[in-house]
């Protein structure tokens, strides 16, 4: 069955932005965030800062809690329309693994 779907992408820059933004609002300086995240170096906060890479899950709920603010405010999400060929039991399956992803970062630590 040829079906179109919406699926969410990470802009990695823009969050990249909102990252630097939410820091800065915060009064913190990248050095700072990293050492609350554990780093010995702000080399990773850079990174996200610049759109080359992504916090994992639990550095996005962290900051989430220490800024006050949800997971979503700190990512921005475009959605991309795709046409694929799928079985019912694929659908099913995508829909299950988007509904733990949501589950997961709904949940408070």
């Given amino acids: 069955m040829n ?5 969410p992408v990470i802009n990695m820059r823009k969050t990249g932005e909102n990252i630097r933004a939410l820091r ?5 300086s ?3 965030l990293g050492e609350i995240l ?3 170096s702000a080399q ?6 610049w ?4 916090p994992d899950l639990s550095n996005l709920l962290i900051m989430a809690k220490l800024w ?6 700190i990512l921005v999400v475009d959605h991309r329309d795709v ?4 079985h019912e039991q694929d659908r099913i399956s995508l829909l299950n693994e988007l509904s733990a992803v949501q589950a997961i970062a709904d949940r408070e630590f």
């Fill in 68 to 73: 006050d603010v949800s997971v979503e405010d």
């Fill in 38 to 40: 554990g780093f010995s």
């Fill in 44 to 49: 990773a906060v850079y990174k996200w800062q």
């Fill in 30 to 32: 990248a050095k700072d």
């Fill in 83 to 86: 046409s694929f060929f799928y």
């Fill in 51 to 54: 759109g080359q890479t992504l």
């Fill in 3 to 7: 079906e179109m779907f919406v699926y």
């Fill in 24 to 28: 800065e609002k915060n009064g913190m």
